[in-house]
């Protein structure tokens, strides 16, 4: 039996006799003769071995045009050809042709979490890197604490992190660290003096230490709440409802001062605060309007009489010199006559007399 095989560029024949490897074809034309079979590999493909690829390395010839890559559990290989990524290698044994591709072969140890080995992010972002890589993205307004296998490993600044994907368990908490408000709202407060109002309070607070917010307390935004709503009301009850309505623009500062370093404790520093509403109960309010209306009349009434006064006491001083001086007196009528004389539309002169006597008569002694 004759038969003729054809190897091609950047192809090998491996012929078999009775399952056993007896000889290696390079590119070329070639007549087999007898009972043999010729299997072509494509050099340019990397080959994953099985245990019957396994066997034919023993033959020296095939072994030294191969390069075996070995991948154990635990890790992966990144494969790239001329210094272009192409494939992962996941745990088996490879099979690379020498000499036909520039391949570079890249080991990874999967059993630690940090990325240690030199992978750019271009590659980490391949899509079959996906189930192998762990991604974690802080914006510029956010730190974040990394746990791993729940323990503390540092403090993470914005910026994007890639860790390893295997067993061991990664945390990211972050925290935002920019200013925040929190309003305390509807608090209904007994002065001192047992008025009932309601008041709405706010407080601007920042995440100083990060650490203790996330680790050593539990929800600190509440708990800061929490003590800014008792800190409120031990204030407003030492206070009357004057009181507490002159120094309403204070008590955020005050308050702040008599809550020392509590908000430290929660890793949190409060850096402004103060009351938006002072709201009165319905009979309350009733009251205080009533009030403000007795003070408002009585300030009316304070004004008048004060007006009256003055009023009085003018007509009095005017009195006293025109009595003392007769010319005053007479400028005085001459003055009230013109005023008299300026609302007069027609004047009628009867008699006999001279005209410019009669208005002589009428408007002067």
Known sequence: MIKNVQIKAYKVGLVFKNGNLIDILKEGNYWIFGNKSVQVYDMKILLKTNDDFNLLLKNESLKAMLEIIEVKDGEMVLYYENEIFKDVLTVGQYAYWKGVLNGNFQKIDLTKVEI????????????????????????????????????????????????????????????????????????????????MLRINFFVRFQVENIEKALMENKDSDKQLYILMQLALREFVGALTLDELLVKKDSVGKEILENLGNKAESLGLKALDAGIRDVILTGEMKEIMNQVLIAEKKAQANSIMRREETAATRSLLNTAKLMEENETLWKLKEMEYMEKIADKIGDITVSGNSNIVSQLKEIFAK
Not at 126 to 143: A, E, G, S, W
Not at 147 to 168: C, P, R, S
């Open 116 to 195: 240690t080995e030199n992978v750019s992010k271009t590659i980490l972002e391949n899509l079959k890197l996906k189930n192998f890589v762990r991604k974690f993205v802080l914006t510029n307004q956010f730190k974040a604490l990394l746990l791993i296998d729940g323990k503390l490993e540092k403090v993470l600044e914005a910026g994007t992190y890639y860790f390893w994907n295997n067993e061991i368990s990664i945390e990211v908490k972050s925290a935002d660290m920019r200013m925040q408000q929190m309003e305390i709202a509807g608090q209904e407060l007994l002065t001192k003096d047992k008025a």
